[in-house]
């Protein structure tokens, strides 16, 4: 990166957080707080600031405008001594239970574009929020704080006292959970004449629940509904299932009177020769489907930093941005997350692009000079696409 395009990002930066007041969490003063400055080798190399506290919110603030950091965090922990410079000595009293959900904990991310990833994890965030940390889990909605990252995704801060004094394991044992790992197997066996007839356990759990839910809805009726060449190639992706033992799930599964059947006596003796272990592959990828991809080391760490709502992502531009539970469905981080102006700035493209800011198409070309607004020439050089000529 440039020089100039660091004076741009540093004036522009500092401008922000100036003119526009914080959110700070909770037990300010017993947060410990870090800080990436924007230093002559951003972004190659960057250096954390951390072991920092802050008695009020002012002071915070000064702080900011003094080293116009490109990132700012703070610790879920709450600490007797938070800028002690060694863990040991900040003498831990509890901490927030954090969940981290983003782009690169999903399927197939890498062939997504950058809208596209943030469409998918803002769906996994509510599947998370609301399936498992609301009815499951039994939250009070007032007890969390629901975030965009300003980056490749979204932050759960959870502050319900029940949960605030667990340890790490303790916290493994819920991400555990929302990952499905742990559950009981759903399939059972029992003899009739003489022989093991797998079935379908009845305990209701909401994981089992699920499951069978997925399982009838998604994976069996999805396979029925194929035609008849393109479902036993499906049926024979699975281990143990050869091509007559697939054409005899089909004829069996394209009757909807089978899976009603299924539904109601549990028994899986639908096809001849049919193995356990291919009702164990299918419960294995419904589990899949249905567990939150929350990142297991954020969750389970009690003394984490995490980002500032309200400060700005270094690496888009973006405003880290609270969030309520009601505004998650229609938030767009490209309109609702851009918080520069629109003033024109000279740009040198250094790749191909194109994107969508402000309900507005951007697109430049390999070493073209243009002009285009402000809030893009940002965006674009945090994302090490263009370098600023003048503004």
């Not at 522009?12 to 707080?33: D, I, M, V």
């Not at 999903?106 to 609301?134: C, P, R, S, W």
């Not at 965009?148 to 790490?168: A, K, M, P, Q």
């Not at 520069?340 to 070309?365: C, G, H, P």
């Amino acid at each position: 990166m440039r020089l100039r395009t660091k004076k741009f990002l540093e004036e522009k930066f500092g401008k922000y957080y100036s003119n526009h007041q914080l959110k700070t969490p909770p037990s300010l003063s017993n947060r410990e707080w870090g800080f990436i400055p924007l230093n002559k080798d951003f972004p190659e190399k960057t250096v954390m600031k951390r072991h920092k506290s802050f008695s009020t919110k002012q002071q915070l603030q000064s702080y900011l405008q003094s080293i116009i950091p490109v990132h700012v965090y703070f610790s879920s922990a709450y600490y007797e001594r938070p800028s002690a410079p060694i863990m040991e000595e900040k003498e831990w009293k509890a901490a927030d239970l954090v969940f981290d959900l983003d782009a690169d904990h999903l399927v197939g991310a890498k062939n997504l574009t950058y809208q596209e990833m943030l469409k998918k994890v803002k769906e996994e965030t509510m599947h998370l929020l609301f399936d498992f940390l609301i009815d499951d889990f039994g939250i009070d909605r007032d007890e969390l704080e629901l975030v965009f990252s300003g980056g490749r995704g979204y932050h759960i801060h959870v502050r319900e006292e029940g949960f605030l004094d667990l340890n790490s394991q303790e916290r493994r044992e819920i991400i555990d959970y929302i990952l499905g790992r742990g559950t009981q197997s759903l399939i059972k066996e029992k003899k009739k004449k003489g022989a093991k007839i797998p079935y379908l356990s009845s305990k209701s759990t909401n994981w089992n629940n699920r499951i069978k839910y997925y399982l009838f809805n998604n994976i069996l009726s999805e396979i029925a509904s194929k035609e008849k060449k393109d479902a036993i190639n499906k049926l024979t992706s699975y281990n143990g299932v050869g091509e007559k033992t697939a054409k005899r799930i089909y004829r069996s599964i394209e009757r909807e009177e089978t899976l009603d059947r299924i539904k109601k006596n549990g028994q899986l003796d639908i096809a001849r020769g049919l193995p356990k272990s291919f009702w164990e592959q299918l419960i294995e990828e419904a589990k899949q489907q249905i567990k939150a991809n929350a990142d297991e080391p954020v969750t389970s760490d009690i003394k984490r930093l995490i980002r500032l709502p309200t400060s700005l992502h270094g690496g888009t531009g973006f405003r880290v941005t609270p969030l309520s539970i009601t505004e998650i469905e229609q938030f767009n981080p490209f309109v609702n997350a851009v918080v520069f102006e629109e003033d024109s700035v000279k740009i040198y493209s250094k790749d191909n692009y194109e994107t969508t800011l402000m309900n507005k198409k951007i697109k430049i070309e390999k070493d073209e000079i243009k002009e285009i607004p402000e809030y893009a020439a940002i965006f674009l050089s945090c994302i090490g696409k263009v370098e600023v000529e003048g503004w």
